[in-house]
């Protein structure tokens, strides 16, 4: 049973272009929503972290969004970067399991020149 | 943020042989640290969750004797894997958290990249 399911699985842009990346969750009732970067062969990288009363946080060219009525988050990214390039993962953190973090599967973006 | 340091960043051992990674918080006292396994192009897997001085708690399906933790102080977890496989090979994590309300920050290691000949 996926809780969190995030998509696209992949996704290709020009540098310079914006992207939104989309997380939709199961997990309830639950603490908090987390997105990390993850480069190849490293650990992840945490962006931002919203509890169930944020809408929305930012982090330089990182914004998320959370509604946790329909249980979505995004996470937009602003003039991308070559460095962009990475999988990003959504974690949804269980409050009935002793906060465990659901983690999505990741959508791999690879931001060409 | 918090630095979570882990050694060594890759590994490759013989089939049998036991190895070690370890896991440090190095300017924070982590009162829970987590273990995951990553397989190519997946997501992190919980193996198991240690608190500093107690046994690890392991996911269903993981096997306690052959991926022995120890997390003697509040700044160190060790993962053994023991009489190692090549089914074992993966991309090893952990991550460290100095515990408190349920919105504490979970800071990661680079992890470790085991591979079992």
């Known amino acids: 049973k996926n809780q969190v399911e995030q998509s696209p699985q992949s996704l290709i842009i020009l540098e310079g272009k914006n992207c939104t990346l989309q997380?939709?969750?199961?997990?309830?009732?639950?603490?908090?929503l987390r997105w990390y970067k993850q480069d190849t062969g490293r650990g992840p990288v945490s962006l931002t972290i919203?509890?169930?009363?944020?809408n929305t946080k930012s982090n330089g060219r990182y914004t998320a969004t959370l509604d946790a009525d329909t249980k979505q988050s995004s996470l937009h990214i602003t003039a991308s970067q070559l460095s962009d390039s990475a999988s990003y993962i959504c974690?949804?953190?269980?409050?009935?399991?002793?906060?465990?973090?659901?983690f999505g599967s990741g959508t791999r973006l690879l931001v060409r020149p | 943020g918090a630095v979570v340091s882990q050694h060594p960043s890759w590994v490759i051992c013989k089939s049998g042989t036991s190895k070690g990674i370890e896991c440090r918080s190095l300017?924070?006292?982590?009162?829970?640290m987590f273990w995951y396994r990553q397989f190519p192009k997946q997501s992190l897997m919980l193996m198991a969750t240690?608190?500093?001085?107690?046994?690890?708690?392991?996911e269903q399906g993981v096997e306690k004797d052959k991926f022995l933790i120890n997390h003697a102080s509040l700044t160190l977890s060790t993962l053994t894997v023991t009489s190692a496989h090549p089914e074992d090979s993966s991309f090893y994590i952990c991550?460290?958290?100095?515990?408190?309300?349920?919105?504490?920050?979970?800071?990661f290691g680079q992890g470790t990249r085991l591979t079992v000949v």
């Open positions: 991550s460290a958290s100095s515990g408190g309300p349920a919105n504490t920050e979970a800071f």
């Open positions: 997380c939709n969750y199961t997990v309830s009732p639950f603490s908090n």
């Open positions: 919203m509890t169930f009363s944020e």
């Open positions: 974690v949804v953190s269980d409050a009935q399991s002793s906060y465990k973090l659901i």
């Open positions: 300017d924070f006292q982590a009162t829970t």
């Open positions: 240690s608190n500093e001085g107690s046994k690890a708690t392991y």
